[in-house]
C-alpha cells in the first residue's frame, strides 16, 4: 500500500488512490474476472470524509464495468489510524477479516467481501455497495429482533 502522506495537525491524511493503484486494487480484489486494463469504466464519488478519535476515514463508491460489460458498484473504505501512542492500536486489518471470514457466510445478509489492503495502520476495504439505512440509523428494536 502507498503512503498517503505525512501528518498534519496530529493526524495523517486519508487521501483517495491514484487511478492506477484504483485499478490495480479492484483487479487483484476480483481474481482473474478482470485486469487493471480490462476496466473499461471507473466512475467513483466521494461519499463522505471524516477525522475523529478513530483516525482518518474516507469513503468513496465506485462503479466498474469491465469486458463483461454489466456495471458492478462497491464501496471502498479507506482508513488511516490515529497516530496518538496512548490511544489503543486497532489491528488496520480487522475489519477485512470480519468481512471475509465471518460474515460471508452468515445469514446477515452482510455486504460481500471484495478485498482488502493494509500497512502501517492505514487499511483499504473493497465491498459490494448495498443502499439502504445505515445499521446505527435503526432505533426500532423490532427491526433488530427480526433478525
Request: glycine content about 8%; aromatic content about 6%.
Amino acid at each position: 500500500m502507498q503512503d498517503r502522506g505525512s501528518t498534519v495537525a496530529g493526524q495523517a491524511p486519508c487521501e483517495p488512490l491514484s487511478e492506477e493503484a484504483l485499478r490495480e486494487l479492484i483487479a487483484r480484489s476480483l481474481g482473474s474476472r478482470e485486469a487493471p486494463e480490462d476496466i473499461e469504466l471507473l466512475e467513483r464519488s466521494e461519499r463522505k470524509r471524516r477525522r475523529d478519535w478513530r483516525g482518518t476515514r474516507l469513503f468513496e463508491k465506485l462503479t466498474v464495468r469491465g469486458n463483461s460489460g454489466k456495471p458492478l458498484v462497491l464501496f471502498l473504505k479507506h482508513r488511516r489510524s490515529h497516530p496518538d501512542p496512548d490511544l489503543p492500536l486497532v489491528p488496520p486489518d480487522r475489519e477485512a477479516r470480519v468481512y471475509r471470514d465471518l460474515l460471508q457466510g452468515a445469514p446477515l445478509g452482510a455486504a460481500k467481501f471484495y478485498g482488502s489492503d493494509s500497512g502501517e495502520g492505514s487499511s483499504l476495504l473493497l465491498l459490494e455497495y448495498l443502499e439502504g439505512d445505515k445499521l446505527k440509523k435503526i432505533f426500532e428494536k423490532e427491526t433488530w429482533r427480526e433478525w
